[in-house]
């Protein structure tokens, strides 16, 4: 009786472990360098890396450097979660903006760059394509 219990729980653990490793290697994906667009601004050419994904607890945090394409980029910590199946990766810029991005594919990431203003979030369409698997 207490070996079925035992081989219960390990299977249950491993289960997990499994499931855990899927999760690990999901939200690795977004560690790299990307470039792309946002919509209506006047420099609109953007870079995101991410430099690292680890999980501290139950968040996944990311370390990342973001700006305008060919500037000096500001680094920032996101947060990665498992949304619809997908790595979703947020960030904020300041206490007025943020980027919001989806893995739609192993080499893009779409969202917003929401702009709080007078209490609501308006968007600008981003797209971004990986140009790099390492920062």
Not at 53 to 64: E, K, L, M, P
Not at 66 to 71: C, D, E, N, S, Y
Not at 115 to 130: D, F, V
Request: aromatic share 6%; glycine share 10%.
């Amino acid at each position: 009786m207490r070996l079925g219990a035992y081989a219960s729980a390990l299977a249950v653990a491993l289960l997990a472990l499994g499931v855990a490793h899927a999760q690990d290697e999901s939200v690795q994906k977004v560690v790299g360098t990307w470039t792309g667009k946002i919509e209506l601004l006047d420099e609109p050419e953007r870079t995101l890396v991410v430099k690292s994904v680890t999980r501290a607890g139950s968040i996944w945090i990311a370390n990342v450097e973001f700006g305008p394409t060919g500037k000096k980029l500001d680094a920032f910590e996101g947060r990665v979660e498992q949304l619809h199946g997908a790595p979703n990766l947020t960030f904020y810029l300041s206490t007025t903006r943020k980027v919001e991005l989806a893995l739609v594919s192993q080499t893009e990431l779409r969202g917003l760059l929401k702009i709080n203003a007078e209490g609501s979030w308006a968007g600008r369409k981003m797209r971004l394509t990986k140009t790099g698997d390492r920062p």
